[in-house]
């Protein structure tokens, strides 16, 4: 977005040196559970786009951080840890 590098890009050639401040070592971790999200969908066979709409159903017009809380107990229940949904 805005001409930057995806996130993707950045891990796959950089690995967490390309955010070593604690504010963005927390954005990430906290928003990688919704990439983790979408990224499941993807593999249980949805495209990029209805996978980014199953997501936008679980959050039912809530904050960004009521999805996130969701998405971190459910991987709690499942018994995964924080980088279990790697790929």
Do not use: C, H
């Amino acid at each position: 977005m805005g001409g930057q590098p995806a996130i993707e890009k950045l891990d796959s050639m950089y690995g967490s040196r390309w955010r070593p401040e604690p504010r963005g070592r927390t954005w990430y971790s906290r928003r990688k559970v919704i990439w983790d999200k979408i990224r499941e969908f993807i593999n249980e066979g949805m495209d990029e786009e209805a996978a980014v709409q199953e997501v936008e159903k679980l959050r039912e017009g809530g904050t960004i951080n009521k999805l996130i809380r969701m998405l971190q107990d459910e991987r709690k229940d499942k018994g995964l840890g924080d980088d279990a949904m790697t790929t």
